[in-house]
T-cell receptor, first 114, second 110 residues
Framework: KAGVTQTPRYLIKTRGQQVTLSCSPI?????VSWYQQTPGQGLQFLFE???????NKGNFPGRFSGRQFSNSRSEMNVSTLELGDSALYLC?????????????FGNGTRLTVT | EDQVTQSPEALRLQEGESSSLNCSYT??????LFWYRQDPGKGPEFLFT???AGEEKEKERLKATLTKKESFLHITAPKPEDSATYLC???????????FGTGTRLTIIP
């Protein structure tokens, strides 16, 4: 069974640009969450999508947005990039919104903002 | 607000030297405590879920335990391939997101 797939694996962008990251969840999984991982802050929750609707949102500015498609695939967009947005962005999926179920993570997209 | 604190930040052990990692948590109503392993350049890999105080789970050389305030990940006779960062996370009633600790970086020296 294929795991969570994130593309691209690496991105280098310049301040002020925008970026779109993609995530394909495990087949049959309808909930997709996004996390930002940095050395200082660890994993910080960005948002969760289920059935194409944002169900939960973390404490990030409006420059961070996302969406989910009918096939459960998800994209995350960051506009007006800042140096502090450099991080590993992780996507995770689970079958539904049952919080007793673990999240299954992809290997992330490493974003570097210069 | 949920809080998770992991200690130590880093731990170096000789191969075969058993030890424990700690995860202390503050949560309004625990639904689950999760342990993950993360290798460099990869996403976290799920290890265990614990739901209530007194529960224990085992997998190979790893055993996770849970009390009302903390969880321990015991590593028995570790091998170099156990080297990784171990992450702890909690979920609570009314909030489906996971709150993570910053992890313990474990290095097993041959």
């Amino acid at each position: 069974k294929a795991g969570v797939t994130q593309t691209p694996r690496y991105l280098i962008k310049t301040r002020g640009q925008q970026v779109t990251l993609s995530c394909s969840p495990i087949s049959g999984h309808r909930s997709v969450s996004w996390y930002q991982q940095t050395p200082g802050q660890g994993l910080q929750f960005l948002f969760e999508y289920f059935s194409e609707t944002q169900r939960n949102k973390g404490n990030f500015p409006g420059r961070f947005s996302g969406r989910q498609f009918s096939n459960s695939r998800s994209e995350m967009n960051v506009s007006t990039l800042e140096l502090g947005d450099s991080a590993l962005y992780l996507c995770a999926s689970r079958r539904n919104r049952d919080v007793y179920s673990p999240l299954h993570f992809g290997n992330g997209t490493r974003l570097t903002v210069t | 607000e949920d809080q998770v604190t992991q200690s130590p930040e880093a731990l170096r052990l000789q191969e075969g030297e058993s030890s424990s990692l700690n995860c202390s948590y503050t949560v309004s109503g625990l639904r689950g405590l999760f342990w993950y392993r993360q290798d460099p350049g990869k996403g976290p890999e799920f290890l265990f879920t614990l739901y209530s105080a007194g529960e224990e789970k085992e997998k190979e050389r790893l055993k996770a335990t849970l009390t009302k305030k903390e969880s321990f990940l015991h590593i028995t006779a570790p091998k170099p391939e156990d080297s990784a960062t171990y992450l702890c996370a909690v979920s609570n009633f009314g909030n489906e997101k996971l709150t993570f600790g910053t992890g313990t970086r474990l290095t097993i020296i041959p």
